[in-house]
Every structure is written in C-alpha cells, then in structure tokens.
C-alpha cells in the first residue's frame, strides 16, 4: 500500500502507536544497513558495466557503499585500498532474479522443506522472507559465485504462491538484515503442471483450472482493493475486515508488487498476458520460460521480461522445447532477457550459464555482445526486481556491488574473486577470513567456500 | 546358465560383437587433417593427420598416408579428441525426471536386488535426448539401471544408430550397487543392516555356483536372491565385470573398500561427494571414482562435499572420470570438464575424465578413449578448446561415421529463429 512503506520509514524501531489499524503499522521493516569499510579503487581492469561499451584498462571507486567514479582516469582518496585489476574483468554483482536459497536450505531435509506452502492453490498471504532462514549453507556458496543480490521466491505448486523477497547475500542474523531497503515486493505465481499435478482431485486438474483459479483469485482482490482504497481516502466508519491473501493481491492490482511467473510454454504465456490485461495489471517477468523464444515479439511487445536457464529442457513434459537460443532471440527481437538459476548449484556459476547462452547464440549466427550479456545477469533482473534504480549496473551513485573476476567471466576457467556487497568485501578468494561460513558449516571438516 | 535372464544377457552379449561389425558396412575412409590432435593417450599433434577406416582409428600422427579414396575433411583451426563418455546417465532410458512420464522411463524396475536387469533391450534408440547429447561432443554413454541395492546392469551405448544393436558397445559394463542412502530401504532403514543384505547376497552366489546341483535337487537352504541375480553377480565375483558402488559419504566409501577387499571385487565408486577425504585409500587400492564435479551442496550424506573434490583425488593419483546425474544436464560433460580446471585441475587431465579415465574405469579402454590406431573411431573436431563455451562441435564422428550436427532442438531453432515461425 502506498501508505505503508512511508511509514515504515518513519517509526523503524520505534513501537507503532498502540490504537492503530495492524494494516497501517509498519510490516515486517528492513534492518539492512550498509557496512562502513575504507574506500576501495579497482584499476587497470577490463570493466563491464552494463550500462555501455566495456572499458579497457579502466578503473572504479567504492567509497560509502556506492559507486563514487569509473572510467579510464579515476582519482582516489589517500587512504583507498587499492586492488590492482590488470588481467581482471570488473562486472556489477550478479543477481539471480529466482533462487530458492534460504526457503530450501541445505541440508535438504523435510524439516527445512519450507518453499511451497502446498495447502491451497491460492496462498497470496505467504511470505517468502518468513521461511527464509540466514544460516543456510548455499549462501556462502552462491556469493562465491559474484551473487550480490537475489529474490528468494516461494515454490511453485501454487497457482500464486506468495511474496518474494529480494535479499542482499550477506552474512545476517536475521532475513530483515538481508532486505534489500525499497524493493518492491515480487509475488510468485504458477503456470502449468506443477499446480495441476499437486492438487489433483481438489483443483485445479487442468490448465483451465489453473486460469479460472487465477482469474477467481483477482475478480475477489478487485473489490477487496477498491474497499480498501475507499476507506483509506476517506478514513470514516469501520475499515473493511484485512484479509493477508487479498491485500497481497490488491497490491498486485495497484502495480506496487510484481508478478513473478513461473511459466514454461509459450501458449500459456500468451494466456497470462490476456489475463494481466483482464485485471489491469502488469506481468513483470516470466520465470523459467522455456518457449520464450516462441513469443519474443509478444514479450517485448508488453515489456514483459524472461526469466531463462541456459539450456535445462527435458526435464518434464512442459520443458520439452527449451532450447540454449533461447536467451539470444529474446534479445534479437528485442526482449528483456535474464539468466536465472533455481538452482543451488547454478547459482555458483551463473556467469557460465550465461556465457553458454551467448554463445549458443553466436555459433547459431545470432550475434549476442558481452555488454548485452552481462546484462542478462544484472541489468535486467534488477529490472525485473524493481531495483534498476539502486543497483545493477556500474554508474556513479549506484550501490557499489562489484565482482572481480580472474578472467573474462565468459569463460569456464574464470571465477570470481572478490565480491563487494554495496562495499563490503563479503568474499574473497585469497583470503580465508574474508570466506564467510554459516553457523551450519562449523564443526564439518570441509575448508572454505572458496575451494 | 539357468532361466529367463541369464539367457537374454546371452543374446546381448551377441549382440554387442554385432554392433561394432555394423560399423564396419557403413562407415568410409576419412582423413581429419590440419588440426590440432589431443588423443588424450600422449600429447597433443598439431597439423596432425586422424585416418578413420571401417569404424576405427586407422592412424594418428604427423606423417601419415592418406589412401586416395577416403574422404579429406579440413580441420585447420579445429581441436580433434576423442568422443566425450559420460559416465553414468539415463541416456537412452529416461527423458523426464518430474511429473512420472512413465512413457518415458525404463531405468528403474521394482525390487531392491535386480541383479540380472540389464538394461540394453530398455533402450531406445530414438531417444530425443540422444542427438541433443552428441551436439555437445558425447558419443558414448554408460547408460545405468537407477534404485535399489542392486538396481541392475549398466550398459555402454554408442550414441547413434537406429537400433539397440547398433548401440551397444559393451553389455553389460558394469553391476550397480547402492552402499549409500539409495541402498538403505533395501536393508529396511540403516546402512549398517543394507550392507548385511549385501554380503549375503554376494557370499549366498558364491554358495549357489558351488552346489549348482544341490541347488537344482532342491537341497539347499533359501537363498538372499533369486538364482538368476546370483548368477548375474558370478562375473562380479569373478572380478570380470567391474561392481560400480554408489558411495558418497566417507564412511560408505570405506565400507565399500572394506567389502571389494572381503570379496575381491574390482569396484569403482559412483558418487564420491566425500572422495577427497579417502583419497590416499582410494588410489592405493586402485579404484577409479565417477562423479559429479560441480556437486558441492552439503548434505547429510555429504557434508563435506567441495567443488575441488575431483581435482584433490586426481592429485591423490585417484583415475576420475565425470558422471552428470541430472537429465537436465547429460549434455554439459564439457562444462563439468571446464570447471574441473577451473578447480586446479590440469586440462589434460579434465579431458581424460570426459574419455579416457572414463573408459579405464568401464574396463574398455582398449576400444574406447583415446585416438589410438585400432580403437573406435568415436572422434569429435571442435572450432576451438572443447571445454569453453565459446566453442562448438564441427564434425562429429561415432563409429567412423560423420553424423548430421541436427536434433530436434537446432529444428525448432529454424522455426523460431525470426517471428512469425515458419510452420
């Protein structure tokens, strides 16, 4: 609600005044704050930034958690550390617009199975960031990778499956530590076989099912929205009674949480769009998307982006025509592509995924850049996150989440080796004690993450 | 030889000597010339000559004669290896893994002992995944049995033909064994109980070669399985078919050195998570290790797993060969390769674990591998290094045939490539 992030800022930390409606209270606030450290100029590096051409031997300067200069002739403060970048690539941190990390912790057992709340096909009123737990494992993993940012999202046995969350990955006791500060929320939904297949006899059965399930869910959110608005403006009698799952979808309907969709087949993509346009709102990305390609001009035409794997396919009957062009004709045709994991082991090595769909582009004659690929990674899942504005790109006021890599992070032998999370060195490769592990990893004999 | 089973691994048996003549009608005299050769073997020859005749390696080297009738193929620029091996998918079994499309799936069967399953005649040929596998540089698979404490035969496929027969290279290659969490319903919840079963089994198809005839009188006691999985575990027993054991937790590791020593079996480990802390064992005892490189995500089973597990045992002196369990994935041995050199590996050695060290631990190396005159001329010439991603497959050879650079994907690809598709 528009009110309430206002809010927010206002009373964090202070208790909410004690005859206040619940729903105008601040909601489960973020306490993330920026690390202090020293300024840190990078030089003499190749330096993607995914906002123009790449820069030869150029160099950057974090200072305050943001990106203070970059270009060919950077001045630092006296007392910059200095991080000599020759023979290194410099890109902005790597976001994974859909990963699972934290709701399906490792180790991977029943009680940590906290992804799908598999209980209704509607559960709008669940929220990622409350499964989320800060000690999982894969965390340190991932940041190894260059992961700075990602959006925790519930599972996908429902038709909508709650709010997502946008997290920063650094170490925390809490998820509210993570959160990233103004993020809209994301909010999950499903297409296809797996909300079919999980609810079986209770419905839905069938992709018509699905839709209806949908188009029931918004037609309630509607008057749900239009009461509450009313109430808001006027502020006279009793407030309409809250209900979590519809004010998560009124919030949908007033385009302040986006959509998340988790859709394979083209068809059905087309079937979500017809359906966005139904209640008036917008799709933000499509999650997984192996058919895509099949539609790039449909995507581009709604600004609708496409969250992809590289090259998974055939792993269920809905993924039978995924493709590794898949990422490169989005962008020929002019659609907002995205490399994505769902994965705790893609999530370690995301610039691979993305080279691997560059490059099945190129050898397929459909001539893809390194700055538009980068983009892939950055870019546009910060887009599709709503937080382009903050993060995503190496410009000047931007969050300083940096990756140095050893090499051309298009390459498999290049790794990531040092990773700033809005300065902070929350990984580096030649220095054991700047390998984060969770409190999970004590007491096991395995070395740090960066092996 | 008694019952069903026993007979129909004979007809395989036959079938696979079969297959390798198949080869032989088809295939012409090619010569790869100009390239650069890694034949994994020895060291690399640049502007070398790779002469391929009725299905093998007819010559590898700088000087090499190329007969007036075979067929010139320019490799200038090119990396000439090996046929890359994966060694332990569903290839040719299996398509999807979620959503139970039992249309698609022949690797598993009911029962925790099965022995005597071999999958060859499961196979089939037609399989989409196939042609997708062999655009990324696989030409062989050892396509495996899943679930179970013995889950079955495996078998080694060569990935082209329109028949089982004309795939099968080596049946069956290996007995599957799962020592690990897979094997524990089998031993009704604990490992310990599951490796009880186990030597059972293996002493209870020692006992059963020995009396035959008391068996057939009806005079002995029930035996740990039927007659048709003892007998298929005698070659075993016998040390001529390698026991490949899913282990991945330290302690399953040693247990299953504990038991090959028992039984004096050749084992090779399947899995491996935890393999780098066993290393020393592992390689004085000589059993190779088929993994997942990339498979570093604790879990009890492995809470020590690490990205660099492969590269520690290949230091170790440990033969490691790449496995990629998840259907998602069988294409990408190449990138599983890279990242083994990403993880301290040599690039020598990452190559030897798509092929040769594959082979080594499959028992045939003497036919598959490397490019060594005499072996099968599995042979894949790539635009550049074979484990980047910048580079592809140009040629592509399975038993000295070039096989078309097609699949169903790079068709769809046609379709879609500018919108509206061309129907």
């Known amino acids: 609600m ?85 023979g290194k690539y410099v890109t902005p941190g790597i976001i994974d617009a859909h990963s699972h990390l934290g709701v399906y912790a490792a180790p991977g057992t029943e009680s940590q199975s906290d992804g799908n709340e598999a209980t209704d096909p509607n559960t709008a009123q669940v929220w990622a960031e409350h499964s989320f737990w800060p000690q999982d494992p894969q965390i340190p993993l991932a940041v190894a990778g260059g992961i700075t940012v990602i959006q925790a999202l519930p599972g996908s046995a429902n038709l909508i499956g709650g709010r997502s969350a946008t997290l920063r990955l650094i170490p925390a006791r809490t998820v509210q530590a993570m959160k990233y500060p103004g993020a809209p929320y994301g909010v999950k939904m499903a297409c296809g076989e797996n909300p079919k297949r999980v609810y079986g006899d209770k419905g839905p059965s069938t992709r018509m099912g699905n ?95 496409a969250a992809v794997w590289a090259d998974w396919w055939g792993f269920k009957m809905e993924s039978l025509d995924g493709i590794p062009q898949n990422a490169a004709l989005l962008q020929q045709a002019g659609a907002r592509a995205i490399i994505h994991s769902d994965s705790e082991e893609g999530i370690q090595r995301l610039n691979q995924e993305a080279a691997k769909a560059m490059y099945a582009g190129r050898n397929a004659g459909i001539n893809v850049t390194r700055e538009q690929a980068i983009r892939w990674l950055t870019a546009n899942p910060a887009w599709a996150l709503g937080i382009d504005s903050t993060t995503g790109t190496l410009e000047v006021g931007k969050a300083a989440d940096v990756v140095v890599w050893s090499g051309d992070p298009f390459s498999v032998y290049s790794k990531a080796e040092r990773v700033y999370n809005e300065g902070w060195l929350v990984f580096d490769r030649a220095d054991p004690r700047a390998q984060r592990t969770t409190d999970f990893n004590l007491g096991t004999s395995a070395p740090g993450v960066g092996q | 030889m008694t019952g069903g089973w026993a007979d129909g691994r004979t007809v395989v048996v036959a079938l696979s000597a079969c297959a390798l003549w198949t080869g032989v009608v088809e295939a012409q005299t090619i010569a790869i010339t100009g390239g650069t050769i890694y034949p994994v073997s020895g060291p690399k020859i640049e502007n070398g000559t790779l002469l391929l005749r009725d299905g093998k390696v007819a010559a590898v080297g700088l000087s090499v004669e190329i007969p007036a009738s075979a067929t010139r193929v320019d490799a200038k620029g090119g990396w000439i290896t090996p046929g890359l091996i994966h060694g332990g998918s569903s290839l040719g079994l299996k398509l999807f893994d979620i959503g139970a499309q039992l249309e698609t799936q022949e690797d598993t069967a009911s029962g925790d002992v099965k022995a005597a399953f071999n999958v060859a005649e499961a196979v089939d040929p037609a399989s989409i995944a196939i042609p997708v ?57 604990s490992r310990g109980r599951t490796l009880q079963r186990f030597r059972r089994i293996m002493r209870d198809a020692l006992e059963y070669d020995r009396r035959r005839d008391d068996f057939r009188r009806n005079q002995m006691q029930p035996l740990a399985a039927s007659a048709d999985d003892l007998e298929a575990l005698l070659p075993v027993l016998r040390g001529r078919l390698p026991l490949f054991v899913i282990a991945n937790r330290r302690s399953d590791l040693e247990n299953a050195l504990k038991v090959a020593r028992e039984f004096d079996l050749k084992i090779v480990i399947w899995g491996g998570a935890e393999g780098w802390q066993v290393a020393p ?64 590996m040599s690039w020598d050695a990452a190559l030897r674990s798509v092929t040769l060290s594959t082979a080594e631990a499959a028992g045939v190396a003497d036919r598959y591998g490397s490019l060594e005159a005499g072996k099968v001329a599995n042979v894949v010439v790539w635009s550049g290094d074979p484990l980047e991603f910048s580079s592809k497959v140009n040629h592509l050879y399975i038993r000295g045939r070039e096989i078309p650079l097609v699949s169903r994907q790079t068709e769809l690809l046609d379709r879609y490539r500018t919108l509206p598709p061309r129907y």
């Open chain 2, 133 to 189: 596998a062999r655009l990324e540089g696989v030409t062989s698979s050892i396509s495996k049995p899943a679930v179970g404490l013995f889950p079955g035969q495996a078998v080694l496929l060569d990935l082209a033909g329109d028949r089982v027969e004309d795939m099968v290279a080596q049946s069956p290659v290996a007995m599957m064994v799962d020592l690990g969490q897979g094997g524990k319903p089998a031993g009704g919840g």
């Open chain 2, 281 to 344: 064992e592992l390689a004085r005892a000589k059993v190779p290790v088929l993994l997942e490189p990339l498979t570093n995500v604790p879990r009890f089973e492995a809470l020590n797993a690490r990205l660099d597990n492969a590269t520690l045992l290949w230091k170790a002196g440990v033969k490691v060969g790449v496995a990629q369990q998840d259907a998602a994935l069988f294409r990408d041995l190449r990138q599983a390769a890279g990242n083994e050199v990403r993880n301290g």
């Open chain 1, 211 to 305: 839709m209806a399930g949908d188009r029931t869910a918004f037609a309630k959110a509607e008057k749900y929205r239009r009461d509450w608005d009313a109430w808001l403006t006027e502020k006279e009698g009793d407030p309409p009674e809250r209900d979590l799952q519809l004010e998560t979808l009124a919030d949908v309907l007033r385009g302040k949480a986006f959509i998340q969709n988790h859709c394979y087949r083209a068809d059905e993509m087309a079937q979500m769009l017809d359906l966005a346009r139904e209640f008036g709102f917008h799709i933000r990305a499509f999650h997984h998307a192996v058919e895509a390609y099949k539609i790039a001009d449909l995507l581009a035409r709604d600004s609708v982006a």
């Open chain 1, 2 to 86: 528009v009110l309430l992030s206002g809010c927010a800022a206002a009373t964090r930390g202070a208790p909410a005044a004690g005859d206040s409606l619940s729903a105008l209270r601040p909601q489960y606030v973020s306490t993330y704050l920026h690390h202090p450290g020293k300024p840190v100029v990078i030089r003499n590096a190749t330096i993607l930034t995914a906002a123009g051409p790449e820069l030869s031997r150029g160099s950057i300067l974090l200072q305050d958690g943001k990106i203070a200069a970059v270009g060919g002739n950077v001045t630092a403060p006296p007392d910059a550390i200095v991080v000599d970048g020759s």
